[in-house]
């Protein structure tokens, strides 16, 4: 049987050999163009690495029930012995007699496109990378499982009711908690308490996470985004001082929205010179994964008309309006 698979699979090969030929001599002059650039990269950024034993079977995890972190030691346990247990049934349908010809091109399409990916670089083993593999490995799985089945029945009962439970808590999950910053709040705050002249910046380095409040807000003010206006780790005092010389013309109140890293002993002590705090809120998600995407809206009133006739930074409202426009 496997002999008779070899030669199919050989014949395969060889019906592919000219366009993979076709394809890396069409490749070939790409390649040299990007000799020079590459040597001029640090060796470092350019080394080699394998996934390790444990991504290779965290997918197994992702792929079936469980595609998010871990938030307690107890479920990284519990996750990591799923995994091994899903290895185990592969491990079981592959050297289960009845199914070998049955799953030798099922193994090829899930195994042969996998070690590829997994010789060419640790960066493209990733779930999206990687999700046309998912198909095979669930009916590699489920075969592993018919075959503990026809061994001993008690043992894939057991199995079944650990990947029922894994699947439930995975679905439980998916549908209970928000894994995004909580922009629909902030804008909801904003737009409650708004007055006119009002204006808001955001200074959060993520352009995507700024273009999400021009999504949710519907008001008037005009949105900015200014860079280093939110003193952290990273930006310091004459930094902040920089970006406030460079704050478009505020005719009354400005509502400030500051994200990871911010600093709020240092944000009084610079802001307290220019502006006066009115307001302060914070946003989180008390079930998000990500401890540091507590984000900070402030409302500030300045202690005299800011007058400069400095260029305003980007208007992400206007950004925002103009791809929604276009039904994107």
């Not at 629909?184 to 993520?206: C, F, H, W, Y």
């Not at 009133?301 to 925002?320: E, G, M, Y």
């Amino acid at each position: 049987t496997l002999l008779a698979f070899g030669k199919w699979l050989l014949l395969v090969i060889l019906l592919w050999l000219p366009s993979l030929l076709s394809l890396v001599s069409g490749s070939l002059p790409f390649l040299s163009k990007a000799l020079n650039p590459i040597a001029k990269i640090d060796a470092s950024a350019t080394r080699h690495s394998f996934p390790s034993f444990v991504d290779v079977l965290r997918k197994l995890k992702n792929f079936t029930a469980f595609p998010f972190p871990s938030t307690s030691k107890v479920s990284s346990l519990f996750y990591q012995a799923y995994s091994l247990l899903l290895a185990a049934l592969v491990g079981i349908a592959i050297i289960h007699k009845n199914h070998k010809p049955r799953l030798c091109w099922i193994a090829a399409w899930a195994f042969i496109p996998s070690v590829m990916i997994f010789l060419v670089s640790k960066r493209l083993w990733i779930d999206r990378y990687i999700l046309f593999l998912s198909p095979y490995i669930l009916i590699i799985l489920a075969a592993g499982l018919m075959g503990l089945w026809r061994w001993k029945r008690s043992l894939a009962i057991a199995v079944a009711i650990i990947y029922t439970i894994t699947v439930s808590s995975g679905l439980i999950r998916y549908y209970t908690v928000q894994d995004r910053q909580d922009w629909r709040n902030v804008a909801q705050t904003i737009s409650m308490n708004e007055k006119p002249g009002d204006t808001i910046v955001l200074s959060i380095g993520s352009p995507k996470m700024t273009s999400a409040l021009g999504h949710y807000y519907n008001g008037d003010a005009p949105i900015y985004s200014l860079k280093k206006l939110c003193p952290s780790a990273q930006v310091k005092k004459p930094d902040v001082e920089e970006a406030l010389n460079n704050l478009p013309p505020i005719s009354s109140r400005l509502w400030l929205v500051c994200g990871t890293g911010f600093d709020q002993k240092k944000f009084r002590t610079v802001f307290k010179e220019h502006f006066d705090l009115e307001r302060h809120a914070e946003f989180t998600n008390e079930n998000f994964y990500r401890q540091n995407d507590l984000m900070h809206l402030f409302l500030v009133i300045p202690n005299s008309l800011n007058s400069t006739d400095t260029p305003n930074p980007t208007d992400i409202k206007n950004k925002s309006t103009s791809v929604s426009a276009l039904g994107l």
